[in-house]
């Protein structure tokens, strides 16, 4: 139920944040040993406008470090992730968990029955368990972005379509082509039994309680921040560079420098309005440039930059394999 005693998700997500969470609560205890006050109270919200599997989030709450009785704001741009969570938080999802058990049953079936064969044919390759389900989510999608209102059991079966495809797809990357489709291929699980996870979907389920569950922007949610709320900011990291070699295997497409630099400022201004703000991204000189800059322009205090020690090993040409320091952004106030 738990990594290092915090409520883990139900996704798993590239870049997703568990490892970092105990090195965040490190980082704010150390703070606070020092008088920077980072506790959210029953009356201060939190927010997070990129939630991806929500790691953060659950950590924080299941911890009782966002007090039970406080309201969050967590967003995301993917509607299909949005809608698994309100899906989780709901009571609906006792019928998820069923087709889960169900869709389990199945892939197992069909994996031990049929293995992993090569060289399938496209006909033959779309006949499988995986790929059946990924044409019926593009479908929903589709119906989505044409503007149709689903169903209760269409918004069900796409929650639990979508953690099926998460456990089951290569590397549980949530890709989409220019259409909005999934498409990342099958993987090979030989025992994908995460499919099913009763306790942990009832445990986010409470978690989830109190957090209102928006498809925004993160401007929009900024909108949203009073004085005295906390802002966790997980963006698509800025790229980096070795010997002119860039990495971006682990970002989103269409988040450039432009939307991380305005990010920064969004950031700048809610702390200035009285927010506080902790942001997470690749350790660069330009990352912390970005955010020095954009305290500075508010004439808000420096951030302070905490180096996890979490590395992320990639293969480089020339380099072989380099590993990647992230950082941790706390930006706040004087008082």
């Known amino acids: 139920m738990s990594t290092n005693g915090f409520s883990r998700p139900f996704l798993k997500w590239a870049g997703g944040k568990a490892k970092i969470v105990p090195s965040l609560m490190e980082a704010?205890?150390?703070?606070?040993?020092?008088?920077?006050?980072?506790?959210?109270?029953?009356?201060?919200r939190y927010h997070e406008p990129?939630?991806?599997?929500?790691?953060?989030?659950?950590?924080?709450?299941?911890?009782?470090?966002?007090?039970?009785?406080?309201s969050s704001e967590l967003a995301d741009l993917n509607p299909v992730l949005v809608n698994a969570m309100k899906v989780v938080k709901s009571r609906n999802n006792t019928k998820m968990r069923r087709l889960l058990s169900s869709y389990r049953s199945d892939y197992t079936e069909e994996i031990g029955r049929l293995g992993f064969p090569r060289g399938l044919t496209g006909k033959q390759r779309n006949e499988r368990f995986f790929y059946r389900k990924r044409a019926r989510i593009n479908e929903l999608i589709r119906a989505i972005l044409s503007g149709k209102r689903l169903s209760a059991d269409e918004r069900v079966e796409m929650a639990a379509t979508m953690v099926?495809?998460?456990?089951?797809?290569?590397?549980?990357?949530?890709?989409?082509?220019?259409?909005?489709?999934h498409?990342?291929?099958?993987?090979?699980?030989?025992?994908?039994?995460?499919?099913?996870?009763?306790?942990?979907?009832?445990?986010?389920?409470?978690l989830l309680k109190g957090a209102a569950l928006s498809c925004r922007t993160f401007q929009e949610s900024f909108n949203r921040v009073n004085s005295g709320d906390l802002i966790y900011l997980d963006?698509?990291?800025?790229?980096?560079t070795v010997d002119e070699y860039v990495f971006t295997s682990y970002l989103t497409s269409g988040f450039d420098i432009q939307d991380q630099v305005d990010l920064a400022n969004c950031a700048a201004a809610a702390v200035a309005s009285g927010a506080r703000v902790i942001a997470s991204n690749n350790d660069s000189e330009e990352v912390r440039a970005i955010y020095s800059r954009a305290a500075e322009e508010v004439d808000i205090p420096e951030p302070t930059f905490v180096t996890v020690p979490i590395k992320r090993t990639m293969n480089c040409k020339g380099q072989g394999r380099v590993s990647v320091n992230e950082v941790l952004i706390f930006m706040k106030g004087d008082t």
Do not use: M
């Not at 699980?189 to 979907?201: E, G, R």
């Open 28 to 44: 704010i205890a150390e703070l606070e040993s020092h008088g920077a006050r980072w506790q959210l109270t029953e009356e201060q």
């Open 183 to 206: 498409n990342v291929p099958e993987g090979r699980y030989h025992a994908p039994n995460n499919i099913y996870q009763p306790d942990v979907i009832r445990r986010c389920s409470a």
């Open 50 to 70: 990129f939630l991806g599997s929500g790691a953060v989030y659950f950590a924080l709450k299941s911890s009782g470090w966002i007090p039970a009785s406080s």
């Open 164 to 181: 099926f495809l998460n456990k089951t797809c290569f590397n549980g990357l949530w890709r989409v082509n220019a259409k909005g489709e």
């Open 235 to 240: 963006p698509p990291y800025l790229p980096f």
